[in-house]
């Protein structure tokens, strides 16, 4: 089973960044991992933003398509979300998500807040 622990939430103005990290760990190969950010806002369904696969293919919810960048460094098993021109609307707590067709697992991790505001 893979741990997540992410990293890098915090307050910030509408307009500016954050740069999310997730430090996955366990008895694991990352490189056979997809990784992926969701986030839920208070009173919704947690809503998966933004995956990469293991060969690094990137894909976005529309809701954050040009303005988020995931990435993913599998020396440090370490996935990264850049969020950039942020917007009320991107408050939420966010999580780390890992998923293995090979090992049929699909992991979630503690999550950490994003609050967008003035």
């Known amino acids: 089973q893979v741990q997540l622990v992410e990293s890098g939430g915090g307050l910030v103005q509408p307009g500016g960044s954050l740069r999310l990290s997730c430090a996955a760990s366990?008895?694991?190969?990352?490189?056979?991992?997809?990784m992926g950010w969701g986030r839920q806002a208070p009173g919704k369904q947690r809503e998966l933003v933004a995956t990469v696969t293991s060969g690094g293919s990137a894909n976005y919810a529309d809701s954050v398509k040009g303005r988020f960048t995931i990435s993913r460094d599998n020396a440090k098993n370490t996935v990264y979300l850049q969020m950039s021109s942020l917007k009320p609307e991107d408050t939420a707590v966010y999580y780390c998500n890992a998923r293995s067709s090979l090992y049929g697992t699909d992991d979630w991790g503690q999550g950490t807040q994003v609050t967008v505001s003035s």
């Open positions: 366990g008895s694991i190969f990352f490189s056979n991992y997809a």
